[in-house]
């Protein structure tokens, strides 16, 4: 019965048991009810959506094609982090840099390419079509916040680039690929939500 409301209002005979899918196939007779159909549009479904989920959780599932374009953008930007934070890291190993100080350097090198690249990504097509402010402050706002928001990614390849490699023996752009897949999930929970979908809640 999680789809099936009871409501006792005046005017009814019985208590009425509201229908808000066709898939729902509760018989409300079995309940002492009389049916109610409804309707609901994508609009009104959607608010209904977003008032019993938080918000994190309510928009990637009312928005699946722009969930979509925002994991593409960032798998390729995984790619353009590995591709730059491993080409510092040969560029030092030629002239003999400490692990110490080239690792996280390759690293740092890795992740500001991929947000940049991720960021105008974002701006030009996962959220193209939403009616967030495209004004200069705005978009430099997002970008300050998006940067905000790959804290936690950042912090996980720093670390595991540094030390992995240090302590385990693992290769370098193992250690980077492991410090993305670390930071992925809170950074899709924060960047979706706080840089581009806050005004949109």
């Given amino acids: 019965m999680n789809s099936l409301k009871r409501l006792e209002k005046p005017g009814f005979e019985k208590p009425i048991g509201i229908v808000v899918s066709n898939k729902d196939e509760v018989i409300l007779e079995k309940h002492c009810c009389e049916a109610l159909k409804i309707s609901l ?3 009104d479904a959607n608010r209904v959506v977003r008032s019993v989920l938080p918000v994190f959780i309510a928009l990637p599932l009312i928005e699946p094609l722009r969930v979509m374009k925002f994991v593409v953008v960032g798998v390729a930007g ?3 982090n590995l591709a730059v934070a491993q080409f510092v890291f040969n560029l030092f190993t030629s002239i003999g840099v400490f692990e110490l100080i080239k690792n996280p350097v390759s690293s740092l090198a890795g992740f500001e390419s991929s947000v940049l690249f991720n960021f105008i990504l974002h701006e030009r ?3 193209a079509d939403t009616d967030i402010d495209r004004g200069f402050r705005n978009v430099f706002a997002r970008l300050v916040k998006y940067h905000g928001a790959s804290i936690a990614s950042f912090s996980s390849q720093i670390l595991l680039a ?4 240090i302590l385990l023996g693992v290769v370098f752009w193992l250690a980077q690929l492991t410090g993305i897949i670390v930071g992925f999930a809170l950074n899709f929970i924060l960047g979706y939500v ?3 979908s806050r005004s949109r809640v």
């Fill in 194 to 196: 706080y840089t581009w």
């Fill in 41 to 43: 549009n994508l609009e």
């Fill in 125 to 127: 097509w996962t959220f």
């Fill in 162 to 165: 540094t030390f992995l490699p």
């Fill in 78 to 80: 995984s790619v353009v």
